[in-house]
């Protein structure tokens, strides 16, 4: 006759940070459908630009400092970034509330200088083909920075008030700063596009 084994598991924490928890399988899964929407957009530009005869059409390529100094802070950034994460990996909460104003500015500071980048374009998006894929692009990117930085003042709100002490709030913050990656590294590509391509 077996023994009935019980496994007490009363102990276990609530809440998983990384690979063990749903909301960071949830966000990759989000970036893989984001991801794929932005590859979409790139592949619309090359197929736009094989056909035309000329590129950029009707107009010169956009000016470069609002675009570079984009590239910059994303960049600049990730350093940052990647000290909160590992903050909110050892729950150093004055490390992490710091650490998310930090990255709550960095998140700021490029939506300022993409203020700039529209007008640096040199057309409008009703223009042509050119002017609405190239709009998108900087669109869809202005979206997914706004978005994280909503995320990131919401992060910074709690973990200045009493639902710090949550453990789950820390995976929170590497979901997060996941995510923030993914902004970063999707803007290379939509940078060159934008552009390099069009000085080549």
Known sequence: MRDNVILDVSKLPLHGMGMVSPTWWG???????????????????????????????????????????????????????????????????????????????????????RIFEFPALHLTWDHNGYGSIVWTMLGLHTTHILTDVVD????????????????????DVQDNAMYWNFVVVTWLPLYACIYWVPRL
């Open 27 to 113: 966000t990759c899964a989000f970036m893989l459908i984001e991801g794929t929407g932005f590859a979409l957009v790139i592949a619309v530009y090359f197929y736009l630009m094989s056909l035309a005869p000329h590129w950029p059409i009707d107009a010169p390529p956009p000016d470069l400092w609002a675009g570079t100094w984009v590239t910059a802070i994303l960049l600049a950034s990730v350093v940052p970034n990647i000290l909160i994460s590992r903050w909110a990996e050892r729950r150093q909460l004055r490390r992490v509330q710091v650490g998310l104003i930090v990255m709550t500015l960095f998140g700021i500071a490029p939506l300022v200088f």
């Open 152 to 171: 990131t003042i919401v992060l910074a709100v709690l973990m200045f008030s009493r639902h710090a002490d949550n453990t789950r709030r820390y995976g």
